[in-house]
């Protein structure tokens, strides 16, 4: 089949014969890194997908039964917007860029890279997780969100092919040669490489992970190069899936083991074969101190340059803000220096990092609330929290001392005192894994999961999500 027939896209890829070839040409490539790397143990079964093909509101996505390595990866862009302007930075009132200026080639080449990069990591650090799904729902959406995380791949590789020339079709070589957690040549941010092999980590990492994705992505759809964010803005569109799918599996585990603590004379939620609100927590803990830090430096001049030349703007940055040059403005900072917390007035513009980091704290903070209602709800006194942004921090200015869970310093004897009572133990880690055991009947679940409140699409639960072949 031609690419053109077996890549939906709204870019003219038949017209366009430069492009055509440099994407044929990457194609199979893609094709073994998805049977060597993608979902291992499930290529050849149907599962009941959405596909990508168009970028009309309401219309763009097709649900059916397709074998993995069949899906069609599109190319989409949102629709472009006649005359528009960069809208923040220095330049506020310039015209958007549809090439890639020269003199921001290599920074350009970078921010698509490291996005680039994650997509396919994560569909690496989930490839084991189909043999213990916890229901033919939860299969079926791990499959979604990894076919997605490999059209995300796809849609970045069109970037760097169409813009960058010999160097970005090399990038895109490279992101097929990478690999989550390899010591030689592992995937270029950290959390990217952290394993992910029970479903709880799963769901904690499309919430607070996926969720970092999202923040970064919406604040490229507010790029100055046009074509970034065109192609972000649709990404964006697919993304909700994957951060609904975390948002409610953990609310489905915590309802599961609200209930379970309820029902057990003793309290006790692993009693009754579910995972115990405590260590919920600690994998919260993990889980959102690993994601904060990938929004970058607090106090960062690279953010400030992103900024002023109108590659990277603030989170929803036309719709929210006034003033959209942000150079009088501060951020009043709690700075870590020689031990001590001050509180420091930053220049707005070297502060943008920690500006979307408050966005992002501020929507799991929201989670959290619902989850709490969902532990209120089921009758038990139990509060989960968000961890405070300078705990367990491994890059950054808190990376530099020691913090509790509410953002306190302390040594760093107390730390790992207390590192079994705030982050999973490998005693922890083991009793999760003994839940991990597959279930494959059409409206089953496993026994530490809630089933969600209804299923995908306008079916009912008991649909068959996924074809099997007998295993
Ligand atoms: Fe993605
Ligand atoms: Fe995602």
């Given at each position: 089949m031609a690419l053109t027939d077996s890549i939906p896209?709204?870019?003219?890829?038949?017209?366009?014969?430069?492009?055509?070839?440099?994407?044929?040409?990457?194609?199979?490539?893609?094709?073994?890194?998805?049977m060597e790397m993608g979902p291992e143990g499930f290529q050849q079964d149907r599962i009941w997908l959405r596909t990508a093909v168009s970028v009309e509101p309401g219309g763009w996505a097709h649900y059916d039964y397709v074998r993995m390595p069949e899906y069609r990866w599109g190319i989409f862009l949102a629709p472009g917007q006649a005359d528009r302007t960069m809208g923040f930075g220095d330049n506020p009132l310039d015209p958007v860029w549809t090439e890639v200026p020269g003199e921001l080639r290599s920074i350009l080449r970078r921010i698509i890279v490291t996005q680039a990069d994650t997509e396919p990591a994560s569909v690496e650090q989930q490839r084991l997780l189909g043999k213990t799904a916890p229901s033919l729902y939860d299969l079926r959406n791990l499959f979604q969100v990894n076919v997605e995380e490999g059209r995300h791949l796809w849609a970045m590789v069109h970037l760097l092919h169409q813009y960058f020339g010999k160097d970005g079709r090399e990038e895109a070589d490279a992101l097929l040669e990478r690999r989550s957690g390899d010591p030689d040549k592992p995937r270029i941010l950290s959390t990217f490489n952290e394993r992910t092999d029970d479903w709880m980590s799963f769901f904690m990492f499309t919430m607070f992970t996926d969720r970092d994705g999202k923040y970064q992505l919406a604040a490229l759809a507010e790029s100055g190069f046009d074509p970034l964010s065109r192609s972000t803005q649709f990404m964006l569109t697919e993304e909700a899936f994957h951060l609904f799918t975390g948002e409610t599996g953990v609310d489905r585990i915590v309802r599961r083991s609200a209930e379970a603590t309820v029902a057990d004379p003793n309290g006790d939620a692993r009693n009754r074969g579910a995972i115990d609100l405590p260590t919920v927590q600690k994998w919260i803990n993990f889980w959102f101190s690993s994601a904060v830090g990938l929004f970058g430096g607090e106090i960062s001049s690279n953010a400030a340059d992103y900024f002023a030349t109108g590659l990277k703007g603030r989170y929803k940055e036309r719709q929210k803000y006034q003033e959209h040059r942000a150079l009088d403005d501060v951020y009043p900072m709690e700075v870590f220096e020689g031990g001590t917390l001050t509180t420091r007035e930053v220049p707005l513009r070297n502060a943008i990092n920690e500006v979307l980091r408050d966005e992002y704290i501020a929507d799991c903070e929201r989670a959290c609330r619902k989850w709490n209602q969902t532990i209120a709800e089921a009758g038990l006194d139990f509060e989960l929290r968000i961890?405070?942004?300078?705990?367990?921090?491994?890059?950054?200015?808190?990376?530099?001392?020691?913090?509790?869970?509410?953002?306190?310093?302390?040594?760093?004897?107390?730390?790992?005192d207390r590192r079994a009572e705030w982050l999973p133990t490998e005693a922890d880690q083991q009793y999760v894994r003994s839940l991990m055991q597959p279930v494959y009947e059409p409206g089953v679940f496993a026994g530490w999961i809630a089933p969600p409140s209804k299923g995908v699409q306008g079916t009912s639960l008991d649909f068959e999500y996924a074809k099997l072949a007998p295993r």
């Open positions: 896209n709204n870019v003219d890829l038949g017209q366009d014969r430069k492009l055509l070839r440099a994407l044929e040409k990457w194609q199979p490539d893609f094709q073994r890194w998805w961890p405070h942004r300078r705990f367990n921090r491994t890059m950054g200015m808190y990376a530099e001392g020691a913090f509790d869970l509410a953002g306190n310093p302390i040594t760093r004897e107390e730390v790992e």
